[in-house]
């Protein structure tokens, strides 16, 4: 299963195979930091705004992929948001990988991880910035970088299969 | 001077970053005045706004989440680029503690908080990430360069000065003076504490609900 997490409120870009499209649907909360994920209701978001199940949701799939607009070299607000409140994908307990601290695994799936970002003048050192944290966030699901795209506008989505 | 400590964790009270902010200013002289401001939800009150632009430096001090900036905080910062709140002579420096035991895990939310500053003109004067941020917020107050926090206190006395003098630094990293095993336990031990104290067990922690 593809799960595709984007802020674009009308999304219509094709997309091949079984998928999971989470996008602005009402307002979310932001994480509080609270780790009730890990030791209220473990696996699962404590805030019920509808966007406590997406770290389920990446129990589930194959292929992470990340729509945004590029805010200084990072994800939309909108899309953090929902990636920091799915911190239960993973464990709370450590394990070290490739020489630093990271989360032991949850779930058994190794997740492909795609971000297409979009946006006018995203700068070379904001598109570095991008490419790093993606591979960082590789690093901490235990997963893998597939690829990071970039387009001048949201529009040019529109041509792209996913 | 007027300086601005920007707490940016979503915890209004006892969080790592308002702990080491308190430290911080710890190391400034009276003649400075400190404002203490929070950016604790995904909006910046007109009033935080206007006393935003009366402060000669900007101090963020936020937690790491996934790598980055948390999602809150960035859209504070987007307002703020909106607000077009640019000023020259104003250094922004950022202090992001990670609960992981590298330092160097922070270097990705200072290099967006050092973006922001391209973007909106801002010039960036540096910052420290923090590692073994999980028990800052707990931890007996010591005398500075005294304990686990020792690393820690040295280089937000450094940051300090440079922030006094309207100097630039080097992104610094830092680390608890604890030995990784011994954190990596306490904090495992921290998560079993804490589960068991909400009516589960550890095995809990493992849980995969549908």
Known sequence: MKLIITDLENFNIPIEGEYKIISPKGSIHHCIGCFGCWVKTPGKCVIHDGYENTGIDMGKCSELILVSKCYYGSLSPFVKMVQDRAISYIHPDFVIRKGEMHHKRRYQNVISLSAHFYGEAITETEKETAREILEANADNYDGKVKAVHFYKCAEELEGITL | ?210
């Open chain 2, 1 to 210: 001077m007027r300086i601005a400590f920007i707490n940016g964790s979503p915890k209004v009270k006892n969080s790592a970053s308002g702990a080491l902010l308190e430290d911080l200013k710890g190391y400034f002289s009276e003649t400075n005045e400190i404002l203490d401001l929070g950016f604790h939800t995904t909006d910046v009150s007109e009033t935080v706004k206007a006393e935003l632009s009366t402060a000669d430096a900007w101090i963020f001090a936020f937690p790491l989440y996934v790598d980055g900036i948390p999602g809150h905080l960035l859209s504070c910062l987007a307002q703020l680029e909106e607000e077009n709140v640019h000023h020259s002579k104003r250094q922004v420096y950022g202090i992001v503690n990670c609960g992981f035991y590298e330092g160097i895990q922070a270097k990705h939310a200072l290099r967006i908080l050092q973006n922001w500053c391209t973007k909106t003109n801002n010039p960036w004067g540096g910052g420290i990430g923090i590692g073994g941020g999980g028990g800052l917020a707990m931890m007996p107050k010591l005398e500075p360069g005294q304990g686990p926090k020792a690393p820690i206190d040295k280089a937000l006395s450094m940051l300090a000065e440079k922030i006094e003098q309207q100097e630039i630094q080097e992104n610094c990293y830092v680390s608890v003076a604890l030995p990784r095993f011994a954190y990596k336990l306490g904090a495992q031990m921290g998560w079993r504490q804490m589960i068991k104290a909400n009516g589960k067990k550890a095995s809990n922690l493992a849980d995969r609900p549908e």
